[in-house]
Structure formats: C-alpha cells, structure tokens
C-alpha cells in the first residue's frame, strides 16, 4: 500500500514551487530545502467531510464507512446493538494494533445525542474521528495519543430520536421511541403533533382573544409574543403546538411518541417516575442504553467518558442529585483540574456540576459512569447562546434596551442578518379542527439548540480539544527508576519508582469507595526470587520508614486506592536470591508498567 | 433425580413428548408433595399441569436463568369471557432467594388446586372465571438446585459471576465440606482474640462477649472450608453471584457484593420485571420469601416489621468482612508535581467548594420507604386472615427487605404486594418484636461503605444482614428461640460441633444450623401449608377491585339534548389503586369515556375522564354530560380500569 504521508508531502511540496519563488524573490533558497510541513499550506486532506451541516443517522454511518476505509490499520467501525425502532448504535473504535491490543490501553468513551434533538454532539464525534486520522502521523501530539490511547466514538446513542428530529418535523424529539401510553387509555402514541399547514414544521398555535388573553405583540418586533405586564391583559394566548385529536378524546397532543428521557434510565441513583420523571420502569430497560451499558461494563479499561449534549455552554460533572453527595475531595480536584482547563479552552462554557449548576438529574449517564464504573466523566452541553454576539462590545450593547440586538429581539435580527430569515415562521390565520380560528408560526426546529450552520465547525473542534485533552490527562502508569542494593545476609533491597504523570489517578476515590474497579496490582516475577517483604518508600531522597504492606502474598499485592494523578510512588522489596526480577504495576484504566531489575548476588559475576 | 423418578418420568414422557414445546427435553409428572422437587421434576410438574388442564392453564417461559433454566410462569385462568389480561390479576411468585425452596413447592401447590379445584370448587370457579392467577414458583432455578446437590449449602444467589471480594480473582475461594457430612455448615475455633463465647443457656449457640460485663470471648466463627487463595479470608469469594431479592429497584443495597452490580442486572430479574410490566392488570402479589409482611404487617404509620437476625450466621459472616478492604493506601506517595499541594491525598473535602452554579435543583423529594398509612389499613385486614387462615402466629427467620420483589410491586409497581416465608415456628418462638428489636427494618441495611461479601451464597435467612444489625445484636436471643423450638418440634436443624482437625487453623469443631433448615419447614408439611395457602390466595383474589357501571340515566331536554347521567361503582374491596399507586403514578387512573363525537358534548363532563383511584365496597363517582344527539341512537359509555377490569354499557337518547 502506498504511503500516504509520502503523497500528502510531495502534493504539499508541488504548492510550494508556485508560492515560493513570488513571496522570497531573489533571496529564495533552493526549492527542494523547503521542508514541506513548513510550507503554510494545508494537508490535502484525504477525506473530505461537511461541518456545516447536520448528518442524519444514513449519512454519519456513510461518513464513518469511508473513515474506515481511508484508515483501515486504525479505525473499526462496529454496532453497540440496535435502537428499538432497529437503528444501529455505531461504535468507531480507535486503536493502533502496533502499539497494544485494545483493551490493554486506556481508553476513552465519547458519545452524542441521548436527547434526540441534541444533534451536534454526533457532528463533534464525526469530527473528531476525522481529525484524529488527517493529522495522525502529521501533528506530533495526535500521532502520541492515538498510539498510546484507545478511542471509543458513538455519534448518536439515541439514532430513532435524531433521525426523528432530522427527517421530521422536529416535533417530540428528545425521547427514544419505545412507546409509553403518556394519557392512560390503554394505547401508546396515538396523539402526537401534526404538521396540520403540510409546511414541514411544527409550529406554535396562537389564538387571537382581544383583551382577554395573556400575550401580546412586542412593541419593537411585531414578530415577538410576549406576557404581558401584572395588572394588564393582552390579546393572545397560545395553545400549544401544531397538531390535532388524533385520537378522537376531546384532547390534543397528549400521547406523543415516546415521552421519556434516555438520560434518566441509568443504574446509579436511578428513581421510579414519580420522583425522576421520564426514568421508566428500571434501569437499563430502554434498548439503547442497555446495549450502550453491556459495552461499556465489557471495556474496564475505559477511564474517560464524554457524553455530548445540548445546550447552553457547560462542562458538567456529577453528582446529579444534592443527596448523593458531593464526591470525594481527591475526585474533585481531578475534575476542577480538568473541568477549568476546559473552560479557557471552551469560551462562554462554565465547568459546573449538575445539581447545582443545572437541574437535580436523577439516574443520569454520567453519575453511573462515575459512581457505578469508575470512568472519569464530563457531558459538555454544546451552544451558548451568548455565542451569537460574540464579541465584548456587542454584549455590551445586547444589554442596552434600546439596542436592535437587546437580548428580546437579538435572535430575530441575528435571523435577520446572519441567517437572511431562515428560521422565523411568520404567524399566518389557520382554521384548526378543534381550536377554530388561529394563527400559526415561530421557530423552526434548528434554531437555538444548535449553533446556526457556519458555525458549528468550531464548535467542533473546540469540543474536541476538550475531549482529547481529557484523554491525554487519563492516567498511564510508567515505570522509573530502580536499585538494587544488598542489605546483608543473602538479602537484598530492591527499589522500583513508578509514575503517573497524567491527572487522572488510576482508580477515582468514589469507585475504590464503591469497589467497582478491579484495583491495581503489584506483581513480581522471577524464578530465583523470594520476596521477603514490601512496602511504600515514604520518600526515596530522605532516611525513614516504610510503610510494610500487610498482605499474605507480596508478590500479589492489591491496591484498591490505585495510583494517584501526577505522582510517583516507590515500591521496596526486601529479596533473597538472585535473577532477573520483574515488577509489574498492573492497572485496568491506566495500562501496565514493567520494570526489570538483575539481582545479583555476590560472587556470582556479571 | 432417583431411579424411581426417573422411571416415572419417562413412562409419562412417552405420552406427553407430543406436548412439550421447545426447550430443553422435560417430561411430564405429576408433582410431588411430600418432598421438595429439582428444576426438572419441577418443570415436569409445570408440564404436566398445562397439559392436564390445557384450557386453563398456560406455561410461559419468563426469563432464562444464568445456567440456561427457565424461569416459568403458570397462567391459570378460565379464557372464555372477558379477555384475560383485563381481568384482575393475582401475581404468586417465589424462591427469588435460592434455599426458600418451600415457596416454590407452595406456589405449585396452589396452582395445582387452583386447577384441580376448578371443577368442584364454586369458589375458584368464580375465581378463575373472573380472575386470573399469574404462578411464578421459581424465580432463582439455579440457585434452588444447590439444595439438590451433593455437598448442600444454603445458597441464596443465582449462578452469576462477581468478584465478591474484588480482588481480580472470579469465585475463587467457595466453602469445602471438610467433614464429608453433606453439608456446608460453620466452624467455631477457640481464639484469643476471637470476639464470641459459648452461649450459657444453650452451649451449641454462640453470642457476642459483652465485655462491659467482664465477659471474655475466645472463639471465631467461619464458614466450613479453608482458604483457597491464601488471602487470609475463608470462603469470602463463593461461586454463585447475586441475590436476585436484592437486585429489585426500591431501596436497593447499592455496591454490596450480593446485590449485583446494579439493579436489575440479572436476567431473572429483567425477565421478570418484563412479564410484569407487560401485564399491568395484575393488581396484586403475594411472594413466598424469607422477609415477611403478613404474619406481621406494617405498623398503622406504615413501618415495615422488623426482620429476625440468626445471630450464628451473621457471626459467620462477619468472618470475611474486611475481605474488601485490604489493599485500601493512604496515597502517601513521595511526591508530586505540578501541584503546589497533595493532590490525591484521600478522601478529605478537597476545596469543599462545588463550582458555582446557579443554584440548580436543591430540595429533590425522596421516594417513599413507608406504607402510605390508607394503605396499611388494607395490609392490616389482610394480616387478619392470612394468621386466622394459616395459623402461622411466627415467622422462622426474616431479613430487611431492601431490593426485594415484593417491595417493589407495592412501592413502584403500586398494588398490595405481600412476603411470607409461608411457614411458622411455634407460637413463642417468634423473636422478632423482642429479641431483635435493635434491627429495625427500615434503618441500617445500607452497608453502603465497603459492603459485607459475609456468608454470600451460603447461610439460612438473616444471613445477609448487614453486618452493622448483627453487630448491635449479637445476643443470639432469636437463635436461641430457634433451638428451643427445634428441640421442642423434633426438627433435626441443627448439627451438634464435631471436632475437626483443620489444615490451617488447627483444631476446630464444625456445626451449626442445618444449611435448609431455616428457610424451610420438613417436606411433610407442604400439603398442609398448600392448602391453607390455597384458601389465602382465593381470598386474596376475592378482594381484587372490580369496576361496574352501576347506574345510569337518559333525560331528553328538548331541541335534540339529553342530560345523561353515570355512577362508575368499585364492587371489590380493594380500591381501584392503592394510595401508593397514585402517589408513584404507578396505577393508571381509571377512564372513564363517552362514545361520541367531542364536539357533541354541549357541557358537562368531557368526553374523556379519569379518576386515581376509586375506595372499594360499593363507592361510586358520578359523571353528567349534556349531548346531541338523534332520538333513538345509542352511545356507548366505557370505564376501563388497569387493576379492576373494564364494563361498558348501551345508552339509548330517548
């Protein structure tokens, strides 16, 4: 197979023989002396993506089919198992086989789209697959982190839900679609929204009621619906979305598909219905998460997980109740490391945790990642609406009320000027089978969830930088330094470092707390070796104690705390006999470090 | 299988293999009464009852079990009539916990009658033609069938994999039987440290020293084996993996070894949970399991009753608490970097400040963990008959309900639901109010912190409390009812201490209590127990809530109005839901409807109403309506209700 860096490079060094000689006259040095990854000139990309638009559920598969094909050695494109409605849930693992099986190496778990209209996530993992590979063997950084590091990438963990939303009118999107019977007549989803006008969205129904109603028309922006003063009455009331009785009940809209949150189904402080709407009967009993659950518990070296939401520019943490309490302090220092490094890297993000920052979410994924699997887990909520405006002065003036772009009316002038009126519906008269004479309008779908198309590439990449800055900081267990030193007797003291210079320890506080991760091992090999004891080194550089290690066998020692972040920690064994020792620090979420050492006993030579 | 059964099977099996359908060969046979039965004499039964009353009764497979068995369920109910599913269902099911297997031999028992009854009774007549008896026996097959192997333990868990003790190492250190009797049973071993004296009124029981007293201990306890993988616990790994009457979603023991590794995580669980789910007409469950509820309902607030601990068996158990904590470090590594303080350094509050938020969701509203006080009412009445029913007056040991079955039927799946070890000790044996009153059911069966993998799989009930009861216990106040009542009953329950010489610990002696013998009455009485459970379960469906509409009037108002008037009545005694199934919106309201045209309702009512839940005896809700309509043309009124069936009725406008 052909190199394609090598064709990459010559295509690279082909632009450079036109720039060149333009741009450094006379003075130009030789032509072939221009290394081509200085040339300023893009990489000729090998697959060419969209990221300015939306990829329903057919087209992110047919994306991720060519990824695979352009980079077969690394990437393999697999299904988690099926959505109720038969969707695949498309996995892409990342892995290069030269560097160590799969599940050998640390892996980290990024997924999308739980909520069905929270699209963009599955474009950030598109995106972050594509980019991982275009640059892989070209940016030094990359290159290390795919080597060292395992990808696991599901644009949409909810595919029924995003296609629903993609291909539909929008309606009743955030759910899955097994059916719930939400108005107890014995039939489930009968009486959804209806596109009644046949336009292709589900819009909002106003009733004209002079003087009666609650509503009334911006004095700025006639577009605009707004409550009306205390003391005032208005002359609309609104009566929901678009739609009709399906059913024949005397109601409208009131059994849509589905009505459930995928986001609620999961096993850690998991709560009935009637105190966590939307979590139905158990845990893991919707198809999607169970099939996403049976992967994840079958991949205990995952040690990151992102789950990519929608919106409102947040980097979240658990818990997601107040009275699961707050993590333990070891934890959290992880995750603020992490979670305001992502907030200079994310502008208008906020590193919060759920309950406090955003809503009480009860049996939520990532409370279960963390709690229940031990895996170090963020949910980016994507978009912040003050990305509109993005630029000091313009917020300044945002909040001047007589400013076009006073924060009422700024998403209809940016709809206006940016979007050239793309996504306000005007209100026009329509007769409705129940409600008679009314008007319908408003937003389409897209607006406000998702960022206006032609700016959604940076949100990708942004998001990316996050996610695989998170990888980078997953723990990786080094060995360092070793001696070997005879203390007398036929014994011998034999000292190994071993580093985790990443932030992540190997195993979280609250998972050691909870024994859900296997813990570390300290193993030793070697046929000649008896091992007498072991302990920790306080400190390597100062005379002191040892901490023995109390436990029957020394040459299997568990460690349930596992290995801090950024730390390095010495192991001594007092020895007797001789050979080739080895000492393996075994961990499930930060790979495994050797170290061998020769002791020799005296007299034996070499 | 004996030969005799054996021989039995097949001569049946030649008949009946034109009647099996799919699965794993099985023959039929008739059950078996006076002995408890295999998976496969078991199935056999189920087999032979579906095919001897082939329109009663249907055999459904629930769930596939760890090991590939299937989890059954009976269907018995007379189709013709109204369509099964909505009728009031009564759910029976049991041996969720692998040695209660006298549940599994009650529940065939009365599905037996329930059949066989059929054509003599009036009384289950009325009941299967109106009703429908929904029988699970055996929730746990592949724990039931440790009862039947060679060397017998108590086990309570199904044949999942887990790592109890967490150490890399999959089920590595089970029980032996050291002493070749057949049995799992303890080992006491005289030990300095040893925190447990022989008990003075009955030298075979141990209690906890009380050294407040003067009292020394001097004796260990452990369960009968050795330390296989030399970690210095004895038997703290066993194979067989979670307590399936742990794995259920109210109150579940979260990250203890016994309970799973999340709720509903084991395959007889979900399918069970799935089959209920799919039958929302079932408006009541009765359970044969070691928690009770109906020798001893729930106090008038609600409050469960509290379990009864054998204090040997916690004893035993706490001999392996700690097995999850070895290898637990300060992180005192010599250094760090890139921080200019410890990071990492324990479980201290680190910055104790959450990232600011903006105030977000404080204030969330807890489940509810105790019998809506309407509804213990209802727990109250039913506890009354099934004492005066089955003359049980105590219960052998129970434990803490936390992830149970049955507490999951009333607190989220919303109807009555009721456990019974189905079995009694001598009236005065019962030690739950004052022997073991510190173990209130409602506190202390977290074990939240590290979890106690004590005794998993092995032990008679009481045996998986968690170990912070049996620590504030440890009198063996309810053990000693026990032997008493044993010698009393001439019940062989308990294994004199032999001395053994053991590779490791030396000299010991090995005894304790009959693994079985707690959980389960001697074979002889399963007749007797079936059939007063039999009246039980009949009584139980009478109960069932049952709409009717009980009146209904047509007024002509001129102009091509009419004033119709309907009263829903509920002519059962339970309501159409419990408090607790409206307040866990787990019982749908029952609807109430108009067949016409909405916009032909002039006023009234609408077209489509509900209500959460209507008291039984006779109450009724009124509803009126103002129609147009044509002289003569007939509506039709529907009220169709989740537990308590459906009616309909023809109105004509005159």
């Not at chain 1, 077969?72 to 969707?87: A, E, I, M, T, V």
């Not at chain 2, 010599?334 to 910055?351: I, V, Y």
């Not at chain 2, 049955?406 to 019962?430: C, L």
């Not at chain 2, 998993?456 to 009861?469: E, F, H, I, T, V």
Request: with cysteine.
């Amino acid at each position: 197979m052909r190199n394609p860096c090598s064709i990459a490079a010559r295509l690279a060094f082909a632009a450079a023989l036109v720039i060149v000689p333009v741009s450094m006259g006379a003075q130009q040095p030789s032509r072939a002396a221009i290394p081509p990854t200085q040339s300023g000139s893009d990489p000729q990309f090998k697959v060419r993506l969209d990221f300015n638009r939306w990829h329903d559920v057919a087209e992110l598969k047919a994306d991720f089919e060519k990824l695979e094909k352009a980079w077969p050695k690394l990437l393999k494109l697999s299904s988690l198992g099926k959505s109720h409605d038969g969707r695949d849930l498309i996995l892409m693992t990342v892995n290069n086989p030269e560097t160590g099986a799969e599940t050998a190496k640390p892996a980290m778990y990024i997924e999308a789209n739980v909520h069905g209209n929270e699209i963009q996530g599955g474009e950030v993992a598109l995106y972050t697959l594509w980019y991982l590979m275009e640059n892989y063997g070209r940016i030094d950084q990359i290159t290390k982190l795919v080597n060292e590091r395992v990808f696991y990438v599901v644009p949409t963990v909810n595919p029924d839900g995003r296609d629903y939303f993609l291909k539909g009118t929008g309606a009743g999107s955030r759910t899955g679609h097994v059916p719930v019977d939400d108005d107890n007549d014995g039939v489930a989803d009968e009486d959804g929204d209806d596109d009644l006008n046949g336009n292709g969205v589900i819009e909002q129904i106003r009733k004209y009621v002079p003087g009666e109603g609650t509503l009334r028309k911006n004095a700025q922006d006639p577009r605009i619906l707004e409550p009306v003063p205390p003391g005032q009455t208005g002359d609309y009331i609104l009566l929901g979305s678009e739609g009709a009785d399906n059913d024949n009940d005397g109601r409208v809209n009131e059994d849509p598909v589905g009505a459930y949150d995928g986001n609620r189904n999961w096993a850690s402080n998991w709560q009935p219905n009637y105190i966590q709407g939307g979590a139905m009967d158990y845990p893991f009993q919707l198809p999607e998460a169970k099939a996403v659950n049976d992967f994840l518990m079958s991949r205990p070296n995952i040690a990151g997980v992102q789950s990519y939401h929608n919106n409102g520019g947040m980097i979240l943490r658990g818990p997601g109740a107040e009275w699961q309490g707050e993590y333990p302090g070891a934890d959290v220092m992880v995750y603020d490391e992490l979670g305001r490094q992502g907030e200079r890297m994310l502008p208008y993000y906020r590193y919060l945790v759920i309950w406090s920052g955003l809503y009480t979410v009860h049996g939520g994924f990532i409370d279960w990642t963390n709690d229940g699997l031990g895996m170090l887990s963020f949910s980016n909520e994507l978009w912040n609406g003050n990305q509109y405006f993005n630029s000091p002065e313009l917020q300044q003036q945002q909040r001047d009320p007589n400013s076009p772009i006073t924060n009422r009316v700024a998403q209809y002038y940016f709809d206006d000027h940016l979007e050239f009126g793309d996504q306000f519906i005007d209100w026009k008269a329509f007769d409705h089978p129940q409600f008679g004479k009314v008007e319908m309008g408003g937003w389409k779908k897209l607006q406000g969830r998702v960022p206006p198309r032609f700016m959604n590439e940076e949100l990708c990449h942004r998001n990316m930088a996050f996610s695989l800055y998170q990888a980078d900081e997953m723990p990786l267990m080094k060995s360092g330094a070793t001696s070997v030193e005879a203390v007398g007797g036929g014994v011998y003291r034999v000292r190994v470092d071993f580093v985790n210079e990443k932030v992540t320890p190997t195993i979280l506080a609250k998972a050691a707390a909870n024994n859900v991760v296997r813990p570390d091992l300290l193993l030793v090999e070697g046929k000649g070796i008896e091992v007498l004891s072991a302990g920790w080194v306080a400190n390597k550089f100062r005379p002191g104690a040892t901490e023995l290690i109390d436990q029957p066998d020394p040459k299997r020692i568990l460690i349930r705390t596992g290995h801090a972040g950024r730390s390095t920690r010495t192991i001594e064994y007092l020895v007797r006999g001789g050979g080739d020792m080895t000492v393996t620090y075994d961990s499930l979420k930060g790979g495994k470090a050797v170290a061998k050492v020769s002791v020799k006993p005296a007299g034996t030579g070499g | 299988m004996t030969t005799q059964a054996f021989l039995r099977a097949a001569c049946v099996a030649a008949v009946g293999a034109a009647f099996i359908a799919g699965g794993s060969y099985s023959p039929l046979a008739a059950a078996d009464y006076t002995r408890y039965q295999t998976y496969d004499e078991m199935t056999a039964a189920l087999r032979d009852l579906a095919k001897t009353h082939a329109k009663l009764a249907k055999l459904v497979e629930v769930a596939k079990s760890r090991e590939g068995r299937s989890v059954w369920a009976l269907e018995i109910a007379n189709p013709d009539g109204r369509p099964v599913r909505e009728r009031p269902a009564l759910l029976i099911a049991a041996n969720f916990e692998g040695d209660q297997v006298i549940g599994s031999a009650l529940a065939l028992y009365v599905a037996d009658q329930l059949l066989t009854g059929y054509a003599s009774s009036p009384t289950i007549k009325e009941r299967l033609d109106g009703h429908v008896f929904y029988v699970i026996p055996r929730a746990n097959p592949d724990g039931a069938e440790a009862m039947f192997g060679a060397v017998k333990s108590a086990r309570k868990t199904n044949a999942a994999k887990f790592d109890s003790d967490n150490d890399g190492r999959l089920d590595e250190d089970g029980p032996e039987d050291l002493n070749k009797d057949g049995v799992i049973s303890m080992m006491r071993v005289k030990d300095p440290k040893g925190p447990y004296m022989i008990h003075p009124d009955d030298p075979r029981l141990m209690r906890r020293a009380d050294a407040a007293k003067g009292e020394a201990g001097g004796y260990s306890i452990f369960w009968e084996g050795t330390d296989n993988d030399s970690d210095g616990f004895i038997n703290e790994d066993p194979a067989g993996g979670v307590d399936l009457n742990r794995n259920f979603q109210h109150q579940y023991p979260y990250y203890t070894p016994d309970a799973g590794p999340h709720m509903a995580s084991e395959p007889e669980v979900r399918g069970i949970l799935d089959y209920v789910l799919a039958r929302r007409n079932i408006a009541a469950i009765l359970t044969f399991g070691e928690s009770d509820n109906l020798v001893s309902p729930p106090t008038r607030t609600g409050a469960h009753a509290p379990a009864s601990v054998v204090d040997l068996i916690a004893f035993a158990n706490q001999s392996v608490e700690g097995a999850r904590t070895v290898g637990r470090f300060q992180q005192s590594q010599q250094f760090s970097f890139g921080r200019g303080r410890g990071f990492g350094g324990g479980d201290d509050a680190g910055r104790g400040a959450a990232p600011a938020g903006r105030g977000g969701g404080r204030g969330a509203t807890p489940p509810a963990t105790t019998v809506a006080p309407a509804d213990a009412e209802y727990f109250r009445t039913i506890s009354d008959k099934y004492r005066q029913l089955t003359g049980i007056r105590a219960t052998p040991a129970t434990r803490i309900p936390g992830g149970a079955f049955f507490e999951y039927g009333y607190y989220q799946f919303g109807v009555p639901s009721f456990s019974t070890p189905g079995w009694g000790i001598a009236q005065g044996a019962q030690g739950a109010q004052d022997a073991t009153g510190a173990q209130a059911a409602t506190g202390g069966r977290g074990a939240q912190g590290g979890g106690v993998p004590g005794g998993r799989g092995l032990g008679g009930p009481g045996g998986a409390a968690p170990g912070g009861d049996a620590a504030e216990s440890g009198t063996a106040a309810f053990d000693l009812r026990l032997t008493r009542w044993m010698d009393a009953a001439k019940v062989d329950g308990f294994i004199n201490w032999q001395p053994y010489k053991h590779p490791t610990l030396g000299d010991v002696e090995i005894g304790g209590f009959r693994p079985y013998a707690l959980s389960n009455p001697d074979a002889s009485k399963i007749a007797d127990l079936g059939k007063s459970h039999t009246e039980f379960t009949t009584y139980l469906a009478s109960l069932l809530p049952k709409v009717a509409i009980a009146d209904t009037s047509v007024k002509s108002l001129g102009g091509g109005l009419y004033r119709i008037k309907a009263e829903v009545e509920n002519s059962g005694f339970l309501p159409t839901s419990m408090a607790q199934g409206v307040r866990a919106r787990a019982v749908a309201p029952t609807m109430v409807q108009l067949g016409v045209d909405p916009a032909a309702i002039v006023s009234g009512s609408p077209k489509t109403n509900f209500f959460p839940s209507l008291a039984g005896t006779g109450r009724r809700q009124t509803y009126e309506w103002i129609v147009k309509g044509t002289p003569g043309a007939t509506v039709t009124l529907k009220a169709v209700a989740q537990k308590a069936g459906s009616a309909t009725a023809t109105l004509t406008l005159k």
